[in-house]
């Protein structure tokens, strides 16, 4: 089953404009990750904010997370053309040793420019 | 650093046929999931193996498919006999355990394109 709902599932801007995409999700987690996944390929491991964190940058890349929401953003600046790609959201809700990672659907991202 | 690799890259086949899918995880990587990737969707966990023991295999329809991971590196994963619905990417992707700073990221290969018939 899938954890995290993205919106929206399709978002398509201008080069040099900002991007954000939502994720929420149900249960408690440790951490959220943001992957990106271009066209065709394996995922690229973006960022991991952790549950008792509330705001991450990562270069142009800036995530926050609200638990008392169950909700994620994330918010890419100054877009690129080379930031077309799927977005997924993936929620760890592991306890223990080992993850119990949960993708979620997704954010087509299309950059024109 | 090598990354992860999965064969083959494509793969057709007719329904009712059997396939299996190999992976080898980055070196040291302990822990290796398999994922399946149905067009428009999230990666679906498979199964997850740490070292050569499963972790979590809840979401494997073991009736059809099955998965080893011999001496805690290469992995295969098998479908026997495939239906239509089995059509999607096969991902592989392997991680460090335990959990702690830096080792919550997965590493994922490029996937195998499964098409059936």
């Known amino acids: 089953s899938q954890q995290g709902e993205e919106d929206p599932q399709a978002l398509s801007i201008q080069e040099g404009e900002n991007a954000t995409m939502n994720c929420s999700y149900k249960?408690?987690?440790?951490?959220l990750q943001w992957y990106r996944q271009n066209s065709g390929r394996g995922l690229v491991h973006l960022i991991l904010i952790r549950s008792n964190e509330r705001e991450k940058h990562s270069g142009r890349l800036r995530v926050t997370l609200d638990t008392s929401k169950k909700s994620s953003s994330l918010l890419i600046t100054a877009s690129r053309a080379a930031d077309t790609a799927s977005y997924f959201c993936a929620t760890d809700e592991g306890g223990g040793g080992y993850q119990k990672v949960t993708f979620g659907t997704g954010t087509k991202l299309q950059v024109i420019p | 650093e090598a990354g992860v690799a999965q064969s083959p890259r494509y793969k057709i086949i007719e329904k009712r046929q059997s396939v299996a899918f190999w992976c080898n995880p980055i070196s040291g990587h302990a822990t290796l999931y398999w994922y399946q990737q149905i067009l428009g969707q999230g990666p679906k966990l498979l199964i997850q193996f740490q070292n050569n023991g499963v972790v979590d295999d809840s979401q494997l329809p073991k009736d059809r498919f099955s998965a080893e991971r011999l001496k805690g590196v290469d992995s295969t994963l098998k479908i026997q006999p495939a239906k239509l619905e089995d059509s999607a990417v096969y991902l592989c992707a392997s991680s460090f355990p335990p959990r702690g700073a830096g080792r919550d990221t997965q590493y994922f290969g490029p996937g195998t394109r499964l098409t059936v018939l």
């Open positions: 249960t408690s987690i440790n951490n």
